[in-house]
């Protein structure tokens, strides 16, 4: 039995975790001995029971950050810190990979390509997962160190959409495109509406929004409560917020929390402080329900009449795939990258990004026309099937494992770098 040894980012339930969770599945259904180590956090009991034996990593393990959402500037010290961090960390993953002995590192993201270096020196085979879409900077020179390491170390770079694997232009032996796909293990059990809103204890005549990104400006938080004070007219009105909800009230705060915020408030930059600020605005607080992170996510879609996804910043839309996994219509922002699975007015809305007015004007479009959202949902169902197959995604994927092992080479990609319009940059 072959043994892959994966690195994740992150230890918390979100898009990267369930990905995994559900790469790792596939991979030991397979019959592969998967081992993931990662911070501790929630997410670690998703990964064990996808069949994962899951390690708390003893030591940070840093990141390249140098992506959309997750971006430092060429000159902010953290950056270096964090990238002389995770260089300096290499010569320890090295000696623990060798203890390990796997016959593959698989590294979740993008932001750990430079610890491939370790698993190379280490005499193993490597495996890179790009489910981040890229950002040029301001002169490129990250973003072609980044090219330049995956080419000469990663022995398999799987991809999770056209357009990432277009934009990063590497080159190398083994390029798959493997999209995303929904688990009905980790999705959770499929339901009728009344049956969901029962359960959740929300009115049957009820018009409900779902949002999944908890409190994030990544997610576009801000933007949907701005969005949902322009609603006054759309009676029985409820937005579900998933996801984590962070200390957004002030009397929740320890005395240096405070100061902090205090000084952030100042210079205009406190993101929650401003959440907190549309929440006390009449007609919006009552019509906002948080559920937190770590729910069951399939009877929150299930009760919904249309999911958002608000994205400030172009990055993947994996709400939009589970949304039309039981045939709910999305309302999302329009950036390049989701284009290949996104076409307004065929299976989702687009918005204009960072506009609560386009964000209310859809919303409300799709609340008051029933019509269109069963088409919209409908048609989303109908592309997710085809697109986002299970069975499709899960062979390509374990086939190209079982490639590197072997010492095949599936496919070869050479391309220009195709980047970001400054719209989807935006």
């Known amino acids: 039995m072959s043994k892959i040894l994966v690195f994740h980012q992150v230890g918390g339930i979100g898009g990267a975790t369930i990905t995994l969770s559900n790469v790792v599945r596939c991979l030991v259904q397979a019959q592969f ?27 940070p393990i840093w990141q390249f950050s140098h992506l959309s959402g997750f971006e430092k500037p060429a000159l902010h010290p953290r950056f270096w810190m964090n990238f002389t961090r995770q260089l300096w960390s290499l010569r320890y993953w090295e000696e623990f990979i060798r203890a390990q002995k796997p016959d593959i590192v698989h590294f979740n993201a993008i932001t750990l390509a430079p610890m491939a270096i370790a698993a190379q020196r280490a005499g193993v085979k490597v495996s890179l997962m790009i489910q981040e879409t890229g950002v040029k900077g301001l002169f490129g020179l990250r973003t072609n160190y980044l090219r330049r390491l995956i080419s000469r170390r990663a022995d398999l770079v799987t991809f999770i959409s056209k357009f990432d694997r277009d934009w990063y232009a590497i080159r190398g032996p083994n390029l798959q495109v493997v999209p995303n796909w929904v688990e009905e293990p980790q999705f959770g059990r499929i339901e009728p509406r009344a049956t969901a809103r029962n359960e959740l204890g929300i009115p049957r005549d009820a018009k409900v929004v779902l949002f999944t990104g908890g409190v994030c400006p990544l997610k576009g938080t801000l933007e949907l409560f701005e969005a949902v004070e322009s609603l006054q007219g759309i009676e029985r009105l409820l937005v579900l917020v998933a996801g984590p909800k962070r200390s957004i009230f002030y009397r929740s705060l320890t ?9 952030r408030q100042l210079l205009g930059i406190d993101y929650d402080a401003k959440i907190a600020n549309v929440l006390r605005r009449p007609g ?43 045939k709910v219509p999305v309302i999302a922002s329009d950036f390049s990258n989701l284009h290949e699975f996104l076409k307004d007015g065929e299976n989702a809305l687009l918005i204009r990004p960072s506009d609560s007015a386009s964000l209310a004007n859809g919303i409300r479009l799709v609340l008051n026309d029933t019509k269109l959202r069963d088409r919209l949902g409908e048609a989303n169902h109908v592309y997710v099937g085809k697109n986002h197959n299970r069975e499709t995604n899960t062979a390509r994927l374990v086939a190209a494992f079982r490639s590197i092992i072997s010492g095949k080479k599936q496919g070869y990609f050479n391309a220009k770098p195709a980047f970001i319009s400054a719209r989807a940059c935006s």
């Open 33 to 59: 001995d998967v081992t993931v180590v990662c911070p501790a956090g929630a997410g670690q009991a998703s990964l064990a029971l996808a069949g994962a034996r899951v390690l708390t990593a003893e030591r």
């Open 255 to 263: 005395r240096v929390q405070k100061t902090n915020r205090r000084c």
């Open 284 to 326: 919006v607080r009552h019509r906002i329900r948080f559920v937190g992170s770590g729910c069951e996510m399939a009877p929150l879609y299930c009760a919904s009449d249309v999911v958002v996804f608000p994205a400030t910043k172009p990055h993947q839309a994996r709400p939009a795939i589970e949304a039309g996994y039981v």
